[in-house]
């Protein structure tokens, strides 16, 4: 939102604003703004603010947020802007939120949803080979389409999104203090195709559209299942992050598995580490994670690398030896004693020592299960 209190379609200093609809535009492009939007538009960005009780400036923070362009003065807003801005805008005077956490609230929400949003229209787009009728646009064809599932999209977007918030929260309870809520001790783990860059030579677009969302959905699918955590996807990358090593350990080596049997994807390297993470707007920060995404890129293929303490971890909890000698002793002494000898899921080999930039010098463990373990 640019700052004019004129009313006008044009900025202060009469340029006209690239963004601003102009009173040509698309009928058929309005009627489906309409209906996603559920109302027209009735006001400038300064109308909108004035209606909702907030400064210009706090209006345009909250709009630049969510993600979208300045659009001058331009009558373009609706009933439903007026309220996002005076709902978030009652949640501060309440003081329930900093002024600044709204704004990251605004960020964070608008970030996830603008994604979701093109990969829902490009999935309806991309549907649609042929028109119903010869002579029909896409526009035509969209706009049926969107009135159908608006409203059970609407449904079920606030349904994950209900059950995700239960599960997030149920996690804060769970942390030990106020601290670990922002500083946690997590695994985290990147994992990355090898080779990519020259897959993306020799592949048609559309071949490597298809590998990458195989890619992204097998990875999403496995860490969900087995309790971790996708932080995000980066085309050939991926980082998730769990609560626990055992947790993260056996979502590395089934990603490398999974891939390995499958014949149209190209080799896995994993890289994990394990220690205190800074969480923000969903995503993961700090030394861990730098270390995690180092590891990475000296993996060898179709094998997983952890760090130091992600071991120490691993043997602490009894998921892992020491080494394969202290597997031998710790089952002959439960034999003597006539008890089950001690079951480890994963089995650790040290490699050598190596530095790393910008983190020193770091000790990498080759990361495998044990024979006969699922």
Do not use: C
Request: no cysteine.
């Amino acid at each position: 939102m640019t700052v004019d209190d004129t009313g006008s379609g044009a900025g202060g200093d009469g340029r006209v604003d690239p963004h601003a609809p102009e009173t040509g535009d698309d009928p058929l492009a309005l009627r489906l703004e309409q209906l996603i939007l559920g109302a027209e538009r009735r006001y400038t960005p300064f109308q909108a603010a004035r209606s909702a009780g907030v400064s210009m400036e706090l209006a345009s923070r909250f709009w630049r947020a969510m993600g979208f362009a300045d659009i001058g003065q331009a009558k373009a807003l609706t009933e439903a802007d007026v309220l996002a801005l005076r709902r978030l805008a009652g949640l501060v005077e309440a003081g329930l939120l900093s002024e600044a956490m709204a704004v990251q609230v605004a960020r964070s929400t608008g970030q996830t949803t603008a994604r979701l949003a093109e990969w829902q229209i490009d999935s309806f787009l991309e549907g649609l080979t042929e028109p119903p009728e010869p002579g029909m646009t896409r526009t035509e064809v969209t706009y049926p389409i969107v009135e159908l599932l608006l409203p059970e999209l609407e449904e079920f977007l606030v349904y994950v999104w209900r059950r995700q918030l239960a599960a997030s929260a149920g996690r804060v309870v769970q942390t030990a203090d106020d601290e670990e809520m922002v500083d946690r001790r997590l695994a985290v783990g990147f994992a990355d195709l090898v080779g990519f860059t020259r897959l993306t030579r020799r592949m048609e677009e559309e071949e490597l559209g298809e590998l990458v969302e195989a890619f992204e959905t097998t990875a999403a699918d496995l860490v969900a299942a087995r309790g971790g955590r996708l932080i995000k996807t980066l085309g050939d990358e991926v980082l998730y992050a769990a609560d626990d090593a055992g947790v993260a350990a056996d979502i590395a080596l089934r990603l490398v598995e999974t891939l390995a049997n499958d014949e149209t994807m190209p080799e896995l390297r994993v890289g994990m580490a394990f220690g205190t993470v800074t969480t923000r707007m969903g995503d993961v920060f700090g030394t861990t994670v730098n270390l995690a995404s180092r590891l990475t890129s000296i993996a060898p293929r179709d094998a997983v690398l952890v760090d130091s303490a992600f071991a120490e971890e691993l043997i602490r909890s009894g998921e892992a030896p020491a080494s394969e000698a202290e597997a031998a002793e710790a089952a002959a002494a439960a034999e003597k004693e006539g008890e089950d000898p001690p079951v480890y899921r994963f089995a650790l080999q040290p490699m050598w020592q190596r530095p790393v930039r910008g983190l020193g010098v770091v000790e990498p463990w080759l990361l495998t299960r044990r024979d006969g373990q699922p």
